[in-house]
């Protein structure tokens, strides 16, 4: 009895320690970056245009240029993934096609985003004709966080007690009624979760908007789904490689880094309180 009490301590003393390195490092991560991207970090750091080589004024095309990126990526792969994963959930048979796709979508979700971001110039740039463009870079990113949104969707509904699937039948609503009604909502904090992991993802790549979308600078905003953009990360990128005044665009990649962070915990806050309400108000 003493020993499994003293097992019991050991392990809990290790699993507190490695919660407060992994802390640690989260605080120090966040600490730094507050530090230095907080002394360039202001209103018309927001709102202005880069000037004089990327030296001074601020950052609103490329924070525009990620908003419509990684939103549109969502818009395009959000439905795609929904219905595939319904299908493979409640309609899919078990045959050899169904687990071939299963097993495509797993590796997608293996693959390095370079390899997205090469298949897009050579489909979207090129062989469609769309050029480098906002429209290339949302298909590659919708590709991108495609199988993220196909596997939460599939396990999502595949999670919920078959009892409450019986009970809509034995009311007599059909299988399209019982998912639309029964299964959608009650999925749906999973779903919601899945759709905001994959918007930080899109907001957060470089490699795949470096090949179809991003330009490292630009003096005006996107008018059509056809205009290169400026993004993020692709600018914190250039900024950290190939300026050539380091003194005055090493602060402005802080303060674009800080700004990244903002918004994916942003968007992450919104989808843990769209979940706590779905899950108090369905379950």
């Given at each position: 009895m003493k020993r499994l009490i003293w097992e019991n301590k050991i392990a809990s003393i290790m699993l507190g320690l490695?919660?407060?390195?992994?802390?640690?490092?989260?605080?120090?991560?966040?600490?730094?970056?507050?530090?230095?991207?907080?002394?360039?970090?202001?209103?018309?750091?927001?709102?202005?245009?880069?000037?004089?080589?990327m030296t001074?004024?601020?950052?609103?095309?490329?924070?525009?240029?990620?908003?419509?990126?990684?939103?549109?990526?969502?818009?395009?792969?959000?439905?795609?993934?929904?219905?595939?994963?319904?299908?493979?959930?409640?309609?899919?048979?078990?045959?050899?096609?169904?687990?071939?796709?299963?097993?495509?979508?797993?590796?997608?979700?293996?693959i390095p985003s370079?390899?997205?971001?090469?298949?897009?110039?050579?489909?979207?740039?090129?062989?469609f004709g769309f050029g480098v463009s906002l429209l290339s870079g949302i298909l590659t990113l919708s590709i991108l966080v495609l199988p993220i949104m196909v596997k939460v969707t599939e396990e999502a509904i595949k999670a919920i007690p078959m009892d409450?699937?019986?009970?809509?039948?034995?009311?007599?609503?059909?299988?399209?009624?019982?998912?639309?009604?029964?299964l959608l909502p009650i999925a749906f904090p999973s779903i919601i979760t899945g759709t905001i992991l994959s918007l930080g993802r899109a907001a957060g790549e470089?490699?795949?908007i470096m090949f179809t979308a991003a330009t490292f600078y630009t003096r005006k905003l996107p008018s059509s789904l056809f205009d290169e953009v400026m993004a993020l990360p692709f600018m914190i990128y250039g900024l950290m490689t190939e300026g050539t005044k380091p003194e005055k665009q090493i602060p402005m990649a802080f303060g674009s880094v800080l700004v990244l962070l903002i918004l994916v915990l942003g968007i992450s806050g919104i989808g843990i309180f769209l979940r706590y309400r779905g899950r108090k108000r369905y379950i």
């Open positions: 490695a919660l407060v390195i992994v802390l640690l490092f989260l605080f120090s991560l966040v600490f730094i970056l507050a530090i230095e991207g907080g002394r360039v970090l202001s209103l018309s750091f927001l709102l202005e245009s880069p000037r004089r080589g001074e004024g601020g950052i609103y095309p490329a924070l525009l240029g990620s908003f419509y990126l990684s939103l549109g990526s969502i818009l395009v792969a959000f439905p795609l993934g929904v219905f595939t994963g319904i299908y493979l959930s409640e309609f899919a048979k078990d045959n050899w096609f169904t687990h071939l796709v299963r097993a495509s979508v797993s590796t997608l979700s293996a370079v390899v997205f971001g090469l298949f897009g110039m050579a489909f979207f740039v090129k062989a409450l699937k019986e009970a809509a039948y034995a009311l007599g609503a059909g299988k399209w009624k019982t998912i639309r009604l029964v470089t490699a795949p």
